[in-house]
């Protein structure tokens, strides 16, 4: 079971917004900053967002992060077929004393 | 360019030593975290250890410690994975990507194309 607490699946169709959720506690999210991560099907992940809600070079602006408390989210707009992918967050953990990650969202595009 | 170039796919017997690279350039090698990450097939990431070849610091997963050895070879900038007695549940794909980080910073930016092992029992 992971730290971090992720909706298995989202969907929404092509020129819309999605939000995934990542629920953490005082030990992780609530001290630390949260990073998104990016797969595409049988590919390595990517980082998309780090710091709660920079983007590094590269990654468009449609994807956006925040982060309140304990739980934190990653909001897609204008959807595109190409997004369809897992999405990961992750936090450093106190009781780890190293990074955790969510259980990942499968992200699909109708 | 930040590149990180793993080995490639193992096929093992369960009780077999291995040990994987990740060969890496575009960077300052020694003054970097570099982590594992593992991913069992359909599953999510899970953070195995983390490196720091300057000093050869080393931080397991609870999870991990003692499953898994990491280990750094500056002269070549190169991170390895090793296992001395595989078990069919080693079954996944690794990843090794950089950590950053500072105090208010900690994520993994840049990663490795993965290894896929497969183990047989």
């Known amino acids: 079971q992971s730290a971090l607490t992720q909706p298995p699946s989202a969907s929404e169709t092509p020129g819309q917004r999605v939000t995934i959720s990542c629920s953490g506690s005082s030990s992780n999210i609530g001290t630390y900053t949260v990073n998104w991560y990016q797969q595409l099907p049988g590919t390595a992940p990517k980082l998309l967002i780090y710091?709660?809600?920079q983007r590094p070079s590269g990654v468009p602006d449609r994807f956006s992060g925040s982060k309140s408390g304990t739980s934190a989210s990653l909001a897609i707009s204008g959807l595109q077929s190409g997004d369809e992918a897992d999405y990961y967050c992750a936090a450093w953990d106190d009781s780890l004393n190293g990074p955790v990650f969510g259980g990942g969202t499968k992200l699909t595009v109708l | 360019e930040v590149q990180l170039v793993q080995s490639g796919a193992e096929v093992k017997k369960a009780g077999e030593s291995l040990k994987i690279s990740c060969e890496t350039s575009g960077f300052r090698f020694s003054s970097n975290w570099i982590g594992w990450v593992r991913q069992v097939p359909g599953k999510g990431l899970e953070w195995m250890g983390l490196i720091y070849p300057g000093d050869s610091d080393i931080r397991y997963s609870p999870s991990f410690q003692g499953q898994v050895t990491i280990s750094a070879d500056k002269s070549i900038s190169t991170v390895y994975l090793q296992w001395s007695s595989l078990k069919a549940s080693d079954t996944a794909i690794y990843y090794c990507?950089?950590?950053?980080?500072?105090?208010?910073?900690?994520?993994?930016?840049?990663w490795g194309q993965g290894t896929l092992l497969t183990v047989s029992s």
């Open positions: 990507a950089t950590h950053w980080w500072n105090d208010e910073s900690r994520y993994f930016d840049y």
């Open positions: 710091n709660n809600f």
